[in-house]
Each structure stands twice: as C-alpha cells, then as structure tokens.
C-alpha cells in the first residue's frame, strides 16, 4: 500500500483551515479535502470597512478562486459530530467524511453573555450578511420621516469595536450627504467594561486609541457595563442609553463543535493541545479554537496553519514533528480615515504610518492566499465604496 494517499481532512475554510490546505496543495502524498459551511473565505479585518459602505468584495473571497487548480477537494458542509472510532466526521445531511488526519479550525461564535435583548436588538458585523443589515438600517433610520435618531452605541473596546466606532461618523454623514440630508450632529458613543480601550495592549497603545477617537467625536464609557437592551434604550451601568443601533462587538466564545464532541479545554474555553497543537492523537486543532498564546488573532490562524502542514508533511515523509513555536503578531488597529496604530515589538507607530503598515499587512494578508495579481484585486477593492441603498443609489455626494 505504498502509494495509498493520506487522507487530510480539514474542518473551517477560514484563515486557519486555508492555510493548511494550501500548504498541503500538489504534495503526492495527501488527498485533501476542506469542508467548510461557506463557499466563501471571510476576510475579517476589512469586515468593519465593508459594514460603513466599503466594498464587500475586499472581505469575501470565493473558495473556488483560492483553489483554482491546487488539486484540492472542497465540500460545502456543515460538521457536526466527529466518530473516533471511524476516523470521520458527520455532517449536519449525514454525510461521513473519512479522516486519517484531521485539522480543525472552525473560528469561533457570537457570545452575547445571556444579557437580556441583544441577540434580539443589536447589529454584528462578522459576516457580509450582517455588515449589510447595519448598512441598510444606517440608511433607513436617517430618513426614517425626516427625525432620524443619530445615536449610535458600539459595545466593545477592543480591535473590532475601536476600528467600527473610527469609521462610523466619516460614514454616517456621506450617508446623509447621500440623502441630502442637512448636516446635524451624531452622538456616537462606544461601551467597554474594562477601564481601557484594547485592554490586552499595552497603556500608549490604549490611550493613543482613546484619544484618537475622542478627536473624532466619539464618547467613551470605559469601565461601565451593558446590562440589558431594548427597541430603543440600552442599559449600560443601571442607566439608560437611548439608541435604536446598537452594535455588538464584545463577546465570543468557541466554536460549539468541542463541546458537543467532548474535546478537552485549556484557558478561556479554547482547546487543550500539546506542543504540536494535538488535541488527540491525529486530531490538530489551530487558530482561534486552540489554546495557545496568541490565539484570536488571524496571524495565529495563518502561522498554525503552516506549522501543522509541515509537521503533515514531515510525519509522512516519516520524520519526527516539530515543535510548535508561537509567533508574536504585528498588532495594528485602524481608528478613522487614515489613521492606525501599531505595536511590533518595541516599535509603536500612530496615525498615518500605521495606516500604511496596515495596509501593506492587508496586502500581505491577501498574498497569503492569492497569487500577486488576485491579492491587488482583493487590496485595490478595500479602497472602494459600494452604495446599494435603492433610495440613495442614483445620488451624488
Ligand atoms: C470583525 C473582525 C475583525 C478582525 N480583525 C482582525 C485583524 O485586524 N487582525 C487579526 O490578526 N485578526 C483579526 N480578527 C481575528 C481573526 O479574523 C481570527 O483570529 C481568524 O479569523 C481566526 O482564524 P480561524 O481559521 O481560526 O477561524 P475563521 O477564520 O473564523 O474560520 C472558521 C471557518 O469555519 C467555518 N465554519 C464554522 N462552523 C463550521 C461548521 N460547523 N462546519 C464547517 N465549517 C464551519 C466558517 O464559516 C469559517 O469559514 C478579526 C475578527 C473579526 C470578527
């Protein structure tokens, strides 16, 4: 059975699982087979751009572009129960998938703490379906007849909310340039229980970020926690805060995958694995599900992806895995029209050059999947707006 392939099945078409499968492509040894609920790989860092009228295309890249010709099996699947026993996996039709290797990297879920009326009541933005109903709600309310309610409440302190709550105000009033609308004042406000911005930065990196935000109109309510929602009112520290956009940036928790399937759990619900990010013998778990130093970041995901891949590829060729060695991300958080900060390493970098490090970490981003030609396309398209608000549309600004 020399030439028999090793059946590689990876779980999640995300930054994780594509990395992996890419890394694998056009080795003679391996069948690789990529399910994932999603036809398209979700390019998150632009999600925020995408929900204030920026190009959904820069954030959503089809599955089938990326693996044009890489040899690649991909299934359009939902996974659900994982058979040890079998070595394979269940899909939610029932379909088994046979294993001999399994990668699992199946990000993780909306987490709204059981707080009363926000799942119900407030936007998200993790997907292009939710960026779109923030859009469209954004547009409706402003000239919802002529008394548009121009409070906007964003939960969360870290990368997702500082970077939406940067963007909103530019956004909000093109929409009501759009509208011709007359210019009147917004009352962005952002909520975050800790006592900082992006707590698990450093104190410059929180309070340039604060700073930068206040500049741009934004209130702070740092410290205070969200209690309840509404239709209308958010509380927040037993007070109420009147809004009918709420957006919920604050919570996630694993995928319910593990749970359902009995994995064992390290620090903050992720994974337990070994230093080869081996949950159980055969079974790797990586990017945001693992529990590893620097998970929940997409620069994780990407780094595990190809550590686990080499380790396939020497484990096959009958060589001894190596060691996985967590690698510290470049950190940079875009706060408003041209403006970022960044931390790698000892170097700290706000407004405008962080913007551009941020780009250029975007284009690399894209590179990491695409060949040069795609990645410009995909980095050219987070520059463009999209409007396809049927009142607006026609409008010039
Ligand atoms: C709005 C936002 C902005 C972000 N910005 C940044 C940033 O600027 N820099 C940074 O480094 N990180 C950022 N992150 C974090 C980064 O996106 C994650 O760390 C990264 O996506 C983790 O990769 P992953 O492969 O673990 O999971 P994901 O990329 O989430 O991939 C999971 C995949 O699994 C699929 N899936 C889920 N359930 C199933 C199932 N049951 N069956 C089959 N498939 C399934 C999903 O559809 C998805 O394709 C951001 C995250 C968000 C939400």
Redesign the pocket.
């Known amino acids: 059975m020399a030439n028999k392939k090793l059946k590689v099945l990876i ?9 992996t499968a890419l890394e694998l492509a056009g080795r003679p040894e391996f069948h690789v087979t990529l ?4 036809s ?9 751009h995408a929900a204030t009228g920026g190009k959904m295309t820069a954030s959503s890249i089809p599955l089938d572009e990326i693996f044009k010709d890489k040899g690649i099996t991909i299934l359009k ?4 129960r994982l058979d040890r026993q079998a070595k394979a996996v269940k ?2 039709t029932g379909q088994e998938v046979p294993y001999d290797k399994l990668v699992i ?5 909306t987490n709204y703490f059981g707080i009363k009326g926000l799942k119900e009541f407030s936007f998200g ?2 997907s292009q379906a939710e960026s779109q109903k923030l859009r469209d709600h954004i547009h409706k309310l402003l000239i919802d007849e002529g008394k548009p309610d121009l409070n906007y409440v964003v939960i969360g302190g870290g ?2 909310g500082v ?2 709550a940067g963007a909103l105000p530019a956004y909000i009033r093109h929409v009501m340039k759009m509208h011709k609308l007359k210019p009147k004042k917004l009352n962005i406000e952002l909520v975050e229980a800790a006592p900082r911005l992006m707590p698990r930065m450093g104190k410059d990196y929180s309070r340039a970020l604060a700073r930068r935000l206040r500049k741009l109109g934004i209130k702070l309510y740092l410290n205070q926690a969200v209690q309840a929602e509404t239709a209308d009112t958010l509380t927040v520290n037993g007070k109420p805060l009147q809004s009918h956009t709420v957006i919920w ?1 604050a919570g ?1 928790t694993n ?1 319910p ?1 593990f749970d359902d399937n009995k994995f064992e759990f390290g620090e903050h619900g992720k994974v337990q694995v070994d230093k080869y990010l081996q949950a159980e013998d055969d079974i790797f778990v ?5 529990s590893t130093e620097y ?8 780094h ?2 190809k550590s686990v891949a080499q380790n396939l590829i020497r484990q096959a060729g009958g060589h001894r895995l190596k060691k996985y060695q967590p690698k510290k ?1 470049i ?3 875009p706060a408003g029209p041209r403006w970022a900060a960044m931390q790698w390493g000892p170097v700290h970098l706000y407004g405008w050059l962080g913007w551009v490090a ?1 780009s250029a970490g975007d284009f690399a ?1 894209y590179h990491d999947y695409e060949p040069w030609r795609l990645a410009g396309k995909h980095w050219a398209a987070e520059y463009l707006n999209e409007n396809n608000c049927p009142i607006c549309a026609g409008s010039k600004a």
């Open positions: 779980l999640g078409g995300g930054f994780g699982g594509i990395k399910l994932s609920d999603q398209d790989f979700r390019y998150y860092p632009t999600l925020y699947a939902t996974a659900k899909t939610a990297s199946l990000g993780v879920v933005i993790k990368p997702t970077e939406l940036t996630v995928h995958f990586i990017g945001d599900n693992a998970s929940g970041m997409a620069q994780t995901a990407l595990d992806g991300p950190y940079v958080t941020r981003g």
